[in-house]
């Protein structure tokens, strides 16, 4: 029996097991969206604007380790996916993008509505396909999940020109076979052996795990290999959860705003075993004074992050949870090392320098500093939520202040920076995720960016948790001008900052606020009790800044920390 | 350095636009691109000429790989193998030089294709050395129009470069 290319569609992301698209519907995608309205099996949330409907779905996505998927309109409702796509694309996170496209026959011919979209966003999506022919649908659908989550996974668009999906062909649901497609899993079994016996001569060796950590679902692996070499772990932006910040073997960050002995056991390791990352330089800093002494194994599933940046010595291509699982295998099996007293005077000197500069920063009775509420958030949630940001200081507080002991609850725009990201990102996790604590750590300025989707998060009954960090500037870039610009502070002061409790209560959410350090926790405690959407505005010190940084260009040693002051405040140690 | 690759692709709308965005997008310049269907129609092959230190080499290779639609990569330049462009050049001598562009045509192994009252039409293939000593010696007669292909490689079978 032949059906509608919309009904191929449809009966083809339910073969995918899709129960949740994100959308918003326009005028050549109506095939679809009427399907959509009586449709028990899949659920379509509809955003207030298309780049939340796609950080939804990639927030959907981080928090699940399935494909999140979209559904728009042609032209705008398809550019106005980009900045979504190139955020998932960075990050490579697994996304399946639906845009709907004028007649066939109008394609090229300036229609209204009309984008080249598949042209837009070549640059930006792993794959992207023009479904032209009625009979293609069932099998791009299926190619573009699998392209999408194999392999460095990454967003897939794949575009629906309005006559293909009225037309009619016989349901088939294909094998997949793309000749051209091969992504290599397994790591060289030689190389990996000749990365254990580094690692097995090394004194001072390093781990630095990234996002792929996490992707690969190699968290437990990447455990076992720190506690078998007895070796310090240093997360990236995107690596932290994949091993627990709160394990004594954990150094937090490194890079820009990295910890202080996390940037000086890169420098004066002599191996490092980069795991999953591509050394972006805001890691690296400046890349000739980078690690100056040490070998690097790099292990990656994308050849291409390889050598990219900086010398390799052993180059790994593969899954990093099969990589480590063979590799943990020889170094137990084969090389049965035990690193006694070389380890010990290693981890001792990592201790020296936490001692001498620990996380801190200036805790102050009068006003609130912002890593003070993340701190609190940590203590009260007990590390058992899911934390999304928006892009800047709060994002770096974030990572900084809180404890990411599990992979996959940490969600933030790292490659790209999206500012507006972590909103809609944290509607995509509490869908994904109904029972859990969903908290959006945001600023004032990025959450202006997609506040809209207050009506999505109320509309679905989303108990999503925002906690901003409002300093009425754009704080990071505001920093930047401090400290390089001679406090010209150009087009960073906000002034009008809307009333976050009247804007959450106008949308039907619940607003509350706090203006003084002991007001923090009742918020808090209030909110997280709360079964609804819920802003909380917390007012905080307006000069605040992240420290430790490392200033752009400069080697990841040369860092600058909070001035002291005369009279010393009670400082206040993260909390453990 | 200078690199001749060679590229098996998928034969579809848009995968030489997924090429050459992956060379703008990342500042890699080409030199010369030429591209045609191989005797499977779904395939086509295409010969990049670019330059670069070995790191970029290295990475253009690798991007090239990562492709969807790219079945193989091969970098020439590394291999013992024959590359051939071709082009072609309208000449406008003197009445008293068209012997000399003639003799030079035949030294060079071209062939005339067209000629008129004041021009003749030259086809020459061979390595870019020789095209572009055809060219230098031809450049005094006056050149009135030059099209060029872009090269195409091939590799030798069973030989191995020196």
């Known amino acids: ?61 981080r928090s699940t380790g399935r494909p999140g998927v979209v559904l728009v309109t042609s032209g705008p409702g398809a550019t106005n996916t980009i900045t979504g796509i190139a955020t998932a694309s960075m990050d490579s996170i697994p996304l399946v993008v639906f845009s709907g496209q004028v007649p066939t026959m109008l394609i090229g011919n300036d229609a209204f509505q009309e984008a080249d979209i598949v042209g837009i966003s070549r640059p930006c999506t792993k794959y992207n396909f023009l479904a032209k022919d009625v009979k293609d649908i069932a099998k791009i659908v299926r190619e573009s999940f699998h392209i999408a989550s194999t392999g460095r996974p990454g967003p897939v668009l794949i575009d629906l020109p309005k006559d293909v999906t009225s037309a009619k062909a016989e349901f088939i649901w294909p094998e997949i076979k793309i000749r051209s497609y091969n992504p290599t899993y397994e790591g060289n079994r030689w190389m990996i052996s000749q990365a254990a016996h580094l690692i097995a001569k090394s004194r001072k060796a390093l781990i630095i795990a990234g996002g792929g950590v996490v992707l690969s679902g190699a968290a437990r692996e990447l455990k076992e290999l720190a506690e078998i070499t007895e070796l310090p772990v240093t997360m990236t932006l995107m690596g932290l959860g994949s091993f627990p910040g709160s394990n004594k073997l954990s150094l937090g960050m490194p890079g820009m705003h990295g910890t202080y002995y996390a940037n000086k056991a890169i420098q004066d390791s002599d191996l490092l075993i980069a795991i999953g990352m591509r050394f972006d330089d805001r890691v690296t800093g400046k890349l000739d004074a980078f690690a100056p002494n040490a070998k690097i194994i790099h292990i990656d599933i994308d050849p291409t992050s390889i050598k990219k940046n900086v010398r390799v010595d052993i180059p790994i291509v593969g899954d990093v949870k099969r990589v480590l699982t063979v590799l943990n295998r020889i170094l137990k099996e084969e090389i049965k090392e035990q690193w006694g007293e070389v380890r010990k005077a290693w981890l001792r000197q990592i201790e020296i320098w936490k001692q001498e500069r620990p996380m801190t920063y200036t805790y102050s009775d009068e006003v609130i500093k912002p890593q003070f509420v993340v701190e609190k958030i940590y203590e009260l949630t007990k590390g058992d939520a899911i934390i999304s940001t928006e ?186 | 350095m200078r690199h001749t690759i060679s590229l098996l692709v998928e034969n579809k709308f848009g995968v030489l636009s997924r090429i050459a965005g992956l060379f703008s997008g990342r500042g890699y310049n080409i030199e010369s691109l030429s591209v045609g269907e191989t005797i499977d129609p779904q395939i086509s092959t295409m010969t990049i000429v670019t330059s670069g230190d070995d ?53 060079f192994r071209g062939r005339v294709l067209d000629s008129s009252k004041t021009t003749y039409t030259i086809e020459v293939t061979g390595d870019e050395k020789k095209i572009e000593a055809l060219v230098e010696l031809l450049k005094p007669f006056g050149i009135k129009e030059f099209v060029r292909t872009g090269k195409i490689a091939m590799g030798r079978e069973g030989i191995r470069k020196t």
């Open chain 2, 55 to 107: 790191k970029i080499i290295e990475q253009i290779n690798k991007q090239l790989n990562k492709l969807i639609d790219v079945i193989k990569v091969i970098d020439m330049t590394e291999l013992a193998h024959v590359e051939r462009e071709m082009v072609l050049i309208k000449v406008a001598p003197r009445q008293e030089d068209k012997a000399e562009v003639l003799r030079l045509t035949e030294i």
């Open chain 1, 391 to 576: 892009v800047g200081q709060n994002q770096m507080w974030a990572a900084q202040f809180y404890k990411f002991d599990k992979p996959r609850m940490w969600l933030t725009s790292g490659g790209l920076g999206t500012m507006g990201y972590g909103f809609p990102a944290a509607i995509g996790a509490q869908i994904s995720h109904p029972n859990k604590l969903v908290i959006d750590i945001a600023g004032d300025g990025s959450i202006q960016m997609n506040i809209q989707e207050l009506a999505t998060a109320v509309i679905n009954k989303l108990p999503v948790k925002v906690a901003i960090l409002n300093n009425r500037y754009l704080g990071m870039v505001r920093q930047w001008q401090e400290l390089f610009f001679g406090e010209r502070y150009s087009h960073t002061h906000l002034e009008v900052v809307p009333d976050f409790v009247k804007l959450a209560e106008a949308y039907g959410a619940i607003g509350l606020r706090a203006t003084k350090p002991s007001e923090v926790e009742p918020v808090l405690k209030e909110a997280f009790k709360i079964k609804k959407t819920v802003f909380m505005d917390f007012v905080v010190h307006w000069k605040e800044k992240v420290f430790p940084m490392v200033p752009a260009g400069a080697p990841i040693d040369q860092m600058l920390f909070e001035e002291v002051k005369e009279k010393p405040e009670k400082k206040l140690k993260a909390v453990k």
């Open chain 1, 1 to 61: 029996m032949k059906i509608s290319g919309a009904e191929i569609f449809v009966e083809s992301l339910k073969r995918e097991g899709v129960k949740h698209i994100f959308g918003y519907p326009g005028g050549v995608i109506l095939n679809i969206f009427d399907l959509l309205y009586d449709d028990k099996d899949i659920q379509l949330i509809l955003t207030r604007h298309e780049q939340g409907a796609v950080h939804a779905a990639d927030g959907y996505a």
